[in-house]
């Protein structure tokens, strides 16, 4: 028979009266350390849909489709896939838009879809060539980021239009029919096709 070691001996005798170092959870309560990395949590009103989470997430665990006949983007978050790495709200452009908490831990479920959110969001999209050029809110929200810098792309003074809705209830909706004219100037139009008009026009 062969005897423990001296050192392993005493391992054993100071594990032995230490309290254990796991917690008794799911029957009891576990209390995260300080600076825990738990699920994260969207604030949908400070999110504006630009898609820099997904760029930048290591497991793909955020994805986008872009509907352009709805004019919708839906983001997808698989929590199942999340590595809680942190990087989502490193780079988070306006800060707000997803937290990691330091509280939700326990996400553990049967269906892996009750660990899927989706957020949906209205999509600018080129009235020229039919291009996304991003979210409604993600232009809004540059436009407050810039101030009165923002006024000298005619695209965000069309936005501001929008918003301030001077023409509430007239019909404004201008369709290009015929190739890109001078007044498309002032549609909504992608860079590239803007680019165009600027250059022939102007
Ligand atoms: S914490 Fe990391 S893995 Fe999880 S959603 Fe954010 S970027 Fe992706
Ligand atoms: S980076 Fe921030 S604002 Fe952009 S989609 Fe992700 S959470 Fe929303």
Redesign the pocket.
Known sequence: MKYPKLRELKEAIISLVTPAYTSGFPKEPHVPFEKFRGK?VVDNDNCVGCET?AN????Y??TFTDDREKGIRTIK?D?G?????????EHCITQKG?K?SDKLYDIAAFDRQNNVEYQYKELLICKNCGAIITTKEHLFYMHRKLGPRAFSSILNLNMLNQKLKLAEGQDVDVEIRDKLKRKDMFNILCPNCLRQVLVKYL
């Open positions: 994260p989470c930048v997430c290591p497991p665990a955020i978050r929590y896939k999340c590595i809680f790495c942190g990087l989502c709200e997803v990691l």
